[in-house]
């Protein structure tokens, strides 16, 4: 009961902060109560660095439905996810298995990277053992007319020994890499 009064008498602010902090700390179930009393007071008002913080809870937790919520309620109130979280919510769908939801991800983020790529043909690879990993899935996820993914598939055919492979994915390149 005397927790209960002292979290009473905490500003919306504050609150935020030490939701921040528990993350920081690993108490990940404590700063989602602390969520829970601020929205249960109406208090909508968390900020990015707020729902940030519990996308990296929800990631510790290995809480996918967590990570969803959470990027929803950011997109939901109008905050813009920046690269980084995106790629940390793209990596938790990855190593979910979830790769339908993966790429739908992928497809809808303004700007991608070396490391959102690399997750992506990482996770197909994982996902589908390499067995049925191959040109032909790449052309049907419209990849190839990435240099990045190209030079990516290339390094992975590479250590796979598969040198046809490497061969048809550099001659199809729309640019070579100088």
Avoid at 48 to 64: F, P
Avoid at 98 to 110: K, N, S, V
Avoid at 128 to 155: K, N, Q
Wanted: hydrophobic share 40%; glycine share 6%.
């Amino acid at each position: 009961m005397a927790a209960a009064t002292k979290v009473d008498d905490i500003s919306n602010s504050e609150r935020r902060n030490i939701i921040e902090k528990l993350v920081l700390c690993k108490r990940y179930h404590e700063a989602f109560e602390l969520l829970e009393i601020l929205e249960c007071e109406g208090g909508n008002d968390v900020k990015y660095s707020t729902y940030d913080a519990l996308v990296s809870a929800c990631i510790g937790l290995k809480s996918i439905r967590g990570v969803k919520r959470m990027f929803n309620y950011m997109l939901n109130y109008g905050f813009e996810p920046d690269l980084y979280t995106r790629n940390r919510v793209l990596l938790m769908h990855v190593k979910c298995g979830m790769m339908i939801d993966a790429r739908r991800l992928f497809d809808t983020m303004p700007e991608m990277n070396l490391v959102s790529w690399n997750i992506i043909i990482g996770g197909l690879v994982d996902g589908w053992a390499g067995t049925h990993f191959s040109w032909t899935t790449i052309a049907c996820l419209h990849f190839e007319d990435d240099i990045f993914v190209s030079c990516v598939l290339i390094d992975m055919y590479s250590k796979c020994g598969s040198v046809e492979d490497v061969r048809f994915v550099f001659d199809e390149m729309p640019e070579k890499p100088q």
